[in-house]
């Protein structure tokens, strides 16, 4: 079951912050070494059309990079123009992850939830704003 997880932020800064992917004991790292990701915000789960998107390569909205491959560390940067172009409040949020699982038997590479849908994004107006 993938994780929960609730960020808060402000509208007139950016957000930057280091995840670690574990085994569900929460401890044992999974090497994301090669790995790719996809951060998604919807208004609701039935939406269509994604408020924003953050992946593994550089935009103005931000970046996803591998911080610590073999220990499963990565780091999530949303820049301070998505949070500005993006409404103030609540929102449901996701990251997938596209994996090669070193001797897993797979063919190749997966895609799985880091963090599912239920996972909430708070974006509040920034005092600069």
């Known amino acids: 079951m993938p994780a ?3 960020l808060t932020m402000e509208s007139d800064q950016d957000f930057y912050q280091i995840f ?3 085994l569900p004991d929460g401890v044992t790292p999974i090497s994301i070494v090669g790995a790719t990701f996809t951060f998604g915000v919807r208004r609701n789960l039935s939406d269509g059309t994604a408020l924003f998107y953050v992946t593994s390569t ?9 911080y610590d491959g ?9 820049a301070k ?3 500005q172009t993006a409404p ?8 997938t992850i596209t994996n090669i699982l070193v001797g897993s038997g797979l063919p190749g590479p997966i895609t799985s939830l880091v963090w599912g849908s239920n ?4 974006i509040n107006p920034g005092a600069a704003r």
Not at 88 to 94: D, I
């Open 70 to 78: 073999p220990n499963g560390k990565f780091s999530l940067w949303i």
């Open 119 to 122: 996972s909430m994004i708070t």
């Open 4 to 6: 929960q997880v609730n």
């Open 81 to 83: 123009a998505a949070l």
């Open 88 to 95: 103030t409040g609540t929102f449901f949020h996701a990251m």
């Open 58 to 66: 550089l935009s103005n909205k931000g970046q996803i990079q591998i």
């Open 20 to 22: 670690q992917y574990t």
